[in-house]
C-alpha cells in the first residue's frame, strides 16, 4: 500500500506559476508509473502528464510546453511545475499510481487560476 499526499495549489493569477508535490509514504523507487490528473467542475478527470521510471513522459496536448513533471526516488516525491497558467487550468489536481494491480489516489490540491 501507497498513500500519497499533495500540496502546492493555491490562487494565482492567469500567467502565473506553482508547483505542486506528491508526496509518497513509501518507496516509489521501483514504482513504474506516477502521474498527475485534474478534474475540473462539471468534468471528468483528466490525465495531465504521467512518468515512469525510465523517464518516459506523457503529457495531455493542452499543458504540452507549459507543465513539466518530474520524480525524486530518493525523497518519494513527484512534482509538477505548471507555468503559465490559464483560467482553463483550474481544477483539482491529484497525484496517481498503480501498484499491484490497485490505483492510489491522494485526496488533491484545489488550483485556481483568476483571469
Known amino acids: 500500500q501507497v498513500q500519497l499526499v499533495e500540496s502546492g495549489g493555491g490562487l494565482v493569477q492567469a500567467g502565473g506559476s506553482l508547483r505542486l508535490s506528491c508526496a509518497a509514504s513509501?518507496?516509489?523507487?521501483?514504482?513504474?508509473?506516477m502521474g498527475w490528473y485534474r478534474q475540473a467542475p462539471g468534468k471528468q478527470r483528466e490525465l495531465v502528464a504521467r512518468i515512469t521510471t525510465g523517464g518516459l513522459i506523457k503529457y495531455v496536448d493542452s499543458v504540452k510546453g507549459r507543465f513539466t513533471i518530474s520524480r525524486d526516488n530518493a525523497k518519494n516525491t513527484v512534482y509538477l511545475q505548471m507555468n503559465s497558467l490559464k483560467p482553463e487550468d483550474t481544477a483539482v489536481y491529484y497525484c496517481?499510481?498503480?501498484?499491484?494491480?490497485?490505483?492510489?489516489w491522494g485526496k488533491g490540491t484545489l488550483v485556481t487560476v483568476s483571469s
Open positions: 496517481n499510481t498503480v501498484l499491484s494491480g490497485m490505483d492510489y
Open positions: 513509501a518507496s516509489i523507487f521501483n514504482i513504474n508509473v
